[in-house]
């Protein structure tokens, strides 16, 4: 079994930072990427970035420039910094995971509880 715990969500106002973290446990053998959704109310969820573990990101135009994503191997953990927040990036955000784990099943849909985010003033 795979679990995704994200933390670092909150209130933050227009033009603030908040730094959410997702730290991947359990029976884990290769990640191949973990990345970041949101999903606003009413709304379908979206890609924010990914970051594949080997080397190399993608985002989303809309928080390009403004939003970073990193890793850290040895914790299977992933960061998203996201600075110059505006009120359209509030959304309630989810870790993602694609790996394969220990018994050598392969999935893109592991996924996180979920950790809101709400840019107010």
């Known amino acids: 079994q795979v679990h995704l715990v994200e933390s670092g969500g909150g209130l933050v106002q227009p033009g603030g930072s908040l730094r959410l973290s997702c730290a991947a446990s359990g029976s884990i053998g290769i990640i191949y990427s973990m990345g970041w959704y949101r999903q606003a109310p009413g709304k379908q969820r979206d890609l924010v970035a990914t970051i594949i573990w080997i080397g190399g990101t993608n985002y989303a135009d809309s928080v390009k420039g403004r939003f970073t994503i990193s890793r850290d191997n040895a914790e299977n953990t992933v960061h998203l910094q996201m600075d110059s927040l505006k009120p359209e990036d509030t959304a309630v955000y989810y870790c993602?995971?694609?790996?394969?784990?220990?018994?050598?099943?392969?999935?893109?849909?592991?996924w996180g509880q979920g950790t809101p985010v709400t840019v107010s003033s």
């Open positions: 993602n995971a694609y790996l394969r784990t220990t018994d050598r099943r392969i999935s893109p849909n592991y």
